[in-house]
């Protein structure tokens, strides 16, 4: 029933398990904070859509008085990177399976994550991925922001070993 657009990409969710899991969604479907919730089409009850912003890259709003023609061309992050770390936030909302193809897809994912409020979603979902990744925890990852991101979740295995590459070779 809602209708997500990030870059050129449209996501189809049910609103339920996004208010349940995110209290970025929680607040935003909540009826008292005064937005309300419109779609262009009939068969969905709201359309979400992306706008820059300066502290996260990029973030979704509902507001029908957004600017239809924001230019996404100043946006310095890298647009399919974004589209699949969004995916696999909504995975993990979801319980779906997915994969993580590289260190900068989570941190990407751990920025989102930390906006919309499901932190804890996404560290417990991430078990499967961890283990499952190849490119993950490569020789040549940014261990270190890694790190961070592995700290924002709590995840104990994660964060073992990105420690681990963080030390390097003796």
């Known amino acids: 029933d809602t209708r997500m657009f990030v870059f050129t990409q449209e996501f189809r969710v049910f609103a339920e398990p996004l208010r ?100 804890p979603v996404v560290s417990n979902s991430l078990t499967g991925p961890f283990y499952t990744s190849a490119g993950l925890l490569s020789p040549d990852c940014d261990a270190t922001t890694l790190l961070q991101s592995a700290f924002k979740l709590r995840h104990k295995a994660l964060f073992r070993e990105c420690f681990i590459h963080v030390l390097g070779p003796w």
């Open 20 to 119: 349940m899991s995110s209290a970025f969604f929680e607040r935003a479907f909540d009826p008292s904070n005064g937005i309300e919730m419109t779609s262009t089409s009939p068969l969905f009850k709201s359309d979400w859509y992306m706008t820059l912003d300066k502290d996260v890259g990029w973030a979704l709003t509902c507001d029908s008085n957004r600017n239809k023609d924001e230019d996404f061309t100043s946006f310095k992050g890298k647009r399919s990177q974004e589209q699949k770390a969004f995916n696999n936030v909504l995975c993990a909302i979801f319980n779906r399976e997915y994969k993580i193809s590289s260190a900068a897809e989570l941190n990407s994912m751990v920025t989102q994550a930390e906006y919309y409020g499901v932190l």
